[in-house]
C-alpha cells in the first residue's frame, strides 16, 4: 500500500469537506424548509450534480461495471433508457410536482386521494429504504473501497467479515453526518464537487485500462483488441439468456428506470428544491446528457476487466475494484477512492435525508405532532435519521455473498417501485380513481410482486416470462384495476390540480427540443452498437 495513495485519497476528501462547509455553512439548518429543500434556491448546476451524484454511487460503479463483466454492453439499458425517463420528468412530472408545493411523493398522492394513501406510501418508501437501499450502498461501498484501497493490506486485518463491518460502519457514520447535520444543500454542493472528480476519473480509469490491453500501444490500439477479442461483450442488443433481454427494455427495465428518476424520493428531492420550473427542466436535461455518457465509465470499465482478468478467478462484483487498483498510479488510486468515497456518501445520504423528510412530514409532524415547531420537527428527523443508519448499518454487511449486486438491487427495487409508480401516473392522468383503488395498489402490488419472487408456486411464474416482463404485468394489471375501480365508484367530484403558487412555473423554452434530441440520441447509441 502506497503512502501517496493514501495521502492523496485523504487530501481529497477533505478538501470536498472544506469547500462544502465552506460554501453552506451559512443556510438555513434549522428549518424543515431549509434542511428537507435547500430553501428551494436549487440552480441547474447544482440540481444536475447531486442527481448525478446521488445516483452514481458504487451500486452503479461496482455492480454495474460487475454486471458488464458478466454480459457485456447489453446492461447500459439501466444508463441509456434513463435519459428517456429524465426527459419524461423534465417535460411532464416536474410541472406536476412544483404546481404542488410539495416536498415528498406522498405529499402528491394526499393532495391526489387522501392522507391514509400518503401513509401507506411513506410506510413503503421508509421500508425500502432501510431494508433495500441503504444498506445495498453501505455494501457496495465497503466492498469498492476494500479493492481499491487493498484496506486488508493497510490495516492489517485479516478476518474479511470483520473488516467488512468496520468499513460499512465508517463509512455510515460520515454520511449520517453529512446527511443529518447539513441538509439538503450541503448534500447537493458536496455531490457537484465529487461528481466532477467522478466523471474525471471514470474517464481515467478508461484510459489507463485500454493502455494495459494495448500494453502501452494507445487506447485506440487497446479498443481495437476489445471489439476483436470480445465482439459479443460489444453488443448493445441483450440476449435472452443474459441479465436485460433485448425486448425487457419496453417493459419491466423502462418502468423501473421510469420510476427510479421520476417518483423515487431519494432521487427527486433535489428537483423539489429548484428555484423555478425553468432551472428544474435544464438541470434533469444536463443530467439527461451525462447519462448518455454513462457506458463509457459504468460498463466499459467492466469489459475491460473482464479481457484482462476474467482468467484470474476475479469475481463479477471484485473487477472494478481489482481495475482501478491494478491500473491506476498510486497517486490516482488514492484520488479515485475518494471520489469514490464521495460517491458512497452522496447516496448514502442522499437517501437518509429523503428518509428523514417522509418521516418527519409525513408521520411525525402529520401524525405523532401536529403541532410541532420547525425545531421540533428538525429535532425528530435527526433522531429517526440515526435509528434508521444504525439498521442499514447492521443489515449491510448481511448481504455478502449476493451472485450479483446490481441484479439483486434491481429485483428487490420492483417491489415497490412498480405499484407507486402505478398509483402515481393513474393519480396524475385521471380526475375521478378515488383514493381506495390507490391503496388497494400499493399493497396489492407490493404482495404481488413479493409473492412472484419468493413464495411458491407463484415464484415459477417470473422463470417463465422474465422477471422484468413480469413487473410489467403487474404494472399493467394494476393500472386496468384502478380504472375500473374509477369507473364503478368514482370519486363524487373531479380533483382539479391546483397552484400552490411555490415557486415560478414558467417552463425553459428549450425543453421539448433538448429532449427531442436526447430521445434520438438513444436510439442512434442503441443501433450504433447493434449486432
Known amino acids: 500500500m502506497h503512502a501517496l495513495t493514501l495521502a492523496s485519497f485523504l487530501f481529497f476528501t477533505g478538501l470536498v469537506a472544506l469547500i462544502t462547509w465552506r460554501i453552506t455553512r451559512r443556510d438555513d439548518h434549522k428549518s424543515a424548509n431549509g434542511l428537507f429543500l435547500a430553501g428551494r434556491s436549487l440552480t441547474f448546476p447544482l440540481i444536475a450534480g447531486s442527481l448525478l451524484m446521488t445516483n452514481l454511487s458504487t451500486e452503479q460503479m461496482v455492480g454495474l461495471n460487475g454486471s458488464a463483466f458478466s454480459d457485456g454492453l447489453s446492461v447500459m439499458a439501466w444508463e441509456v433508457v434513463a435519459v428517456i425517463a429524465l426527459v419524461l420528468l423534465a417535460l411532464f412530472f416536474l410541472p406536476r410536482f412544483l404546481r404542488s408545493g410539495i416536498a415528498t411523493v406522498p405529499q402528491l398522492l394526499e393532495i391526489r386521494f387522501d392522507k391514509a394513501t400518503q401513509r401507506i406510501t411513506n410506510v413503503i418508501f421508509l421500508l425500502a429504504y432501510a431494508v433495500i437501499l441503504l444498506p445495498i450502498i453501505l455494501y457496495s461501498g465497503a466492498m469498492g473501497l476494500q479493492g481499491m484501497l ?7 486485518i485479516e478476518s474479511p467479515t470483520l473488516l467488512l463491518w468496520l468499513t460499512v460502519w465508517l463509512v455510515g457514520l460520515i454520511g449520517s453526518v453529512y446527511a443529518l447535520f447539513g441538509g439538503l444543500r450541503t448534500v447537493a454542493v458536496s455531490d457537484t464537487l465529487n461528481g466532477i472528480g467522478l466523471l474525471v476519473g471514470g474517464f481515467v480509469i478508461v484510459y489507463f485500462g485500454l493502455q494495459a490491453i494495448s500494453d502501452g500501444s494507445g487506447i485506440m490500439a487497446g479498443w481495437d483488441t476489445l471489439k476483436q477479442t470480445h465482439p459479443d461483450k460489444l453488443n448493445s442488443i441483450g440476449g435472452s439468456d443474459q441479465q436485460v433481454p433485448f425486448f425487457t427494455l419496453f417493459t419491466g427495465v423502462f418502468l423501473i428506470n421510469v420510476f427510479y428518476w421520476t417518483t423515487n424520493q431519494q432521487i427527486i428531492q433535489r428537483t423539489f428544491a429548484a428555484k423555478n420550473l425553468a432551472e428544474g427542466q435544464k438541470g434533469v436535461l444536463l443530467t439527461g446528457f451525462f447519462k448518455l455518457l454513462g457506458p463509457i465509465y459504468l460498463v ?7 479481457h484482462l482478468y476474467a482468467d484470474q478467478g476475479v469475481k463479477a462484483d471484485e473487477a472494478y475494484g481489482h481495475l482501478v487498483f491494478n491500473v491506476l498510479p498510486p497517486y490516482l488510486t488514492g484520488f479515485f477512492a475518494a471520489v469514490m468515497v464521495g460517491a458512497i456518501l452522496s447516496s448514502f445520504n442522499s437517501a437518509l435525508n429523503s428518509t428523514t423528510t417522509l418521516f418527519s412530514l409525513g408521520f411525525y409532524k402529520g401524525v405523532l405532532n401536529k403541532e410541532a415547531s420547525e425545531a421540533q420537527v428538525v429535532r425528530a428527523s435527526k433522531i429517526f435519521g440515526w435509528i434508521m443508519a444504525v439498521i442499514a448499518m447492521t443489515i449491510a454487511p448481511l448481504l455478502a455473498g449476493q451472485e450479483s449486486l446490481f441484479g439483486y438491487l434491481q429485483k428487490m427495487n420492483a417491489i415497490y417501485f412498480i405499484p407507486i409508480l402505478a398509483v402515481v401516473l393513474v393519480g396524475l392522468l385521471t380526475r375521478r380513481v378515488p383514493a381506495m383503488a ?7 402490488g407490493c404482495l404481488l410482486i413479493f409473492a412472484g419472487y419468493f413464495i411458491p408456486p407463484f415464484d415459477k411464474l417470473p422463470q417463465v416470462i422474465h422477471e422484468f416482463h413480469f413487473v410489467g404485468a403487474v404494472f399493467l394489471l394494476l393500472v386496468i384495476g384502478m380504472l375500473i375501480i374509477g369507473k364503478l365508484r368514482p370519486r363524487p367530484e373531479a380533483w382539479v390540480h391546483q397552484d400552490s403558487g411555490a415557486v415560478d412555473l414558467t417552463p425553459w423554452k428549450g425543453a421539448v427540443p433538448v429532449g427531442i434530441i436526447l430521445v434520438i ?10 449486432v
Open 150 to 156: 487493498d484496506l486488508q493490506g493497510l490495516t492489517g
Open 300 to 306: 466499459l470499465p467492466g469489459i475491460i476487466a473482464y
Open 438 to 444: 390507490a391503496k388497494i395498489a400499493l399493497v396489492g
Open 521 to 530: 440520441l438513444v436510439v442512434i447509441m442503441y443501433a450504433a452498437f447493434a
